[in-house]
T-cell receptor, first 114, second 110 residues
Framework: NAGVTQTPKFQVLKTGQSMTLQCAQDMNHEYMSWYRQDPGMGLRLIHY???????DQGEVPNGYNVSRSTTEDFPLRLLSAAPSQTSVYFC?????????????FGSGTRLTVV | DQQVKQNSPSLSVQEGRISILNCDYTNSMFDYFLWYKKYPAEGPTFLIS?????DKNEDGRFTVFLNKSAKHLSLHIVPSQPGDSAVYFC?????????FGTGTSLTVIP
């Protein structure tokens, strides 16, 4: 049981470049989300999805796009990277019934934009 | 504006003693609260949760207390063990959005 898998683990981008952070889960969770963690800011929600074909914005969506074509995958796209997007990114998934064990997080992607 | 606050960035406790981690929130619409534990270079892992209809939930050495009138949440760890040393995040949710605090780094001294 792999849980939530994030790739890559580390990435360095130049300002203006684009890239996609991958997230996959094998637990048949309906709910998937992306967070960024910055020093002194905790974890902030970027985008989330309650099922295939459905996405919505979180607290800090600007500069990021998502799509959910399958239950398993929820990629996060940076269209034109900026230094302010340097952060650690976590993908998380759960059942829609929040009483079942909360979220399962991936191990994170550390992104540096220079 | 931070809706979930953990005002203590760090806490040190002797092994065997009680660790108390605190969390305050501002949104009275939050109806579900969770604690997560995070080790360096790993994702947060779920620890314990509580619904707003309860004021206490226990799981082994971990107990979460909810005081809705004070909008305050706390996590008690008894007895504390060196392996509990980690960063602890509290989180609150309403609907499909979760809001996290900034974390408290707990060090349990052997």
């Amino acid at each position: 049981n792999a849980g939530v898998t994030q790739t890559p683990k580390f990435q360095v981008l130049k300002t203006g470049q684009s890239m996609t952070l991958q997230c996959a889960q094998d637990m048949n969770h309906e709910y998937m989300s992306w967070y960024r963690q910055d020093p002194g800011m905790g974890l902030r929600l970027i985008h989330y999805s309650v099922g295939a074909g459905i996405t919505d914005q979180g607290e800090v969506p600007n500069g990021y796009n998502v799509s959910r074509s399958t239950t398993e995958d929820f990629p996060l796209r940076l269209l034109s990277a900026a230094p302010s997007q340097t952060s650690v990114y976590f993908c998380a998934s759960s059942y829609l019934d929040r009483d079942i064990d909360g979220y399962t997080f991936g191990s994170g992607t550390r992104l540096t934009v220079v | 504006d931070q809706q979930v606050k953990q005002n203590s960035p760090s806490l040190s406790v002797q092994e065997g003693r009680i660790s108390i981690l605190n969390c305050d929130y501002t949104n009275s619409m939050f109806d579900y609260f969770l604690w997560y534990k995070k080790y360096p270079a790993e994702g947060p892992t779920f620890l314990i949760s509580i619904s707003s209809i309860k004021d206490k939930n226990e799981d082994g050495r971990f107990t979460v207390f909810l005081n809705k009138s004070a909008k305050h949440l706390s996590l008690h760890i008894v007895p504390s063990q060196p392996g509990d040393s980690a960063v602890y995040f509290c989180a609150a949710s309403t609907g499909n959005q979760f809001y996290f605090g900034t974390g408290t780094s707990l060090t349990v001294i052997p």
